[in-house]
């Protein structure tokens, strides 16, 4: 049995596809996490919504820590996170999926790690893949499956929010490498790389960036073209649970901080 997390990002908030799970609040050091947990496929499965139910929770106020503990103490070992963003890439348009390889932290005043107390220690996680290929790679296959229009590539740069970029922010994301933009993928992939948790993302294009797009950019025309590839996306989630073919094991994820002991929920306890 494989132990999934789903985290659904801007118009995933409850899909209909994960009706019938049961809620549970986590209690973690860094708060609560509310979770739907059910079998599917056979397999464990445990959604979280990024934003809340109805989205109700901003970018920079999600508590990515306590969501990725109340993860890891669920036993989960994969997660896939969707996320909405903005194209910085005139190749990637609105509709199509990027199944993300890299990404770029633009964040200033956010926390990214578990290891920041005398009882942890000092740890430092290699994060030159930040996505798990071996996960990347079930996405890909899957995708290839479909009629949707996806790129087995790209760069996620990820900024503070609320509020969406400038003009020139996006000119200089783009000149640096950047692909897509959002704000929420930084702090969840570093977190679960410390945590060492198979993490992969495929972000959805709702709009281009500010200055590529020919009018002002809005909250409304992100939620509308999220629902207009919710049906595919729902597809892809599915397919992620039921692959249960084995591939081949190419990532590090799982022993990632084996020279700092490794992870421990309560290392107070140890």
Known sequence: MRKIGIVGGTGIENPDTLKGFETKIIETPYGKALCNIGEMSGNLVAFLSRHGVDHSVAPHMINYR?????????????????????????????????????LMDFTKNRISTFYDNPIRGVAHADFTNPYCETLRQKAIAIL?????????KGCYVCTDGPRFETAAEVRAY????????????AQEAALAREAELCYTNVAIVTNMG????????????????????IKNMEKLILGFIGYNKK???????????KDFGGFKLYPEKE
């Open 144 to 152: 290839k499956k479909t009629d949707i229009t996806f790129h087995e």
């Open 66 to 102: 306590a969501n990725i503990w109340a993860l890891k103490s669920l036993g989960i070992t994969e997660v896939f996170a969707t996320s909405a963003t903005g194209s910085l890439n005139p190749n990637m348009k609105a509709g199509h999926f990027v199944v993300c390889d890299q």
């Open 247 to 257: 591939v081949k094991d190419i990532c590090l994820c799982k022993h990632c901080m």
């Open 174 to 185: 783009a000149m640096l490498g950047g692909d897509v933009i959002g704000m929420t993928n």
């Open 210 to 229: 500010a200055g590529i797009s020919p009018t002002p950019l809005s909250h409304k025309e992100v939620v509308e073209a999220m629902a207009q590839s």
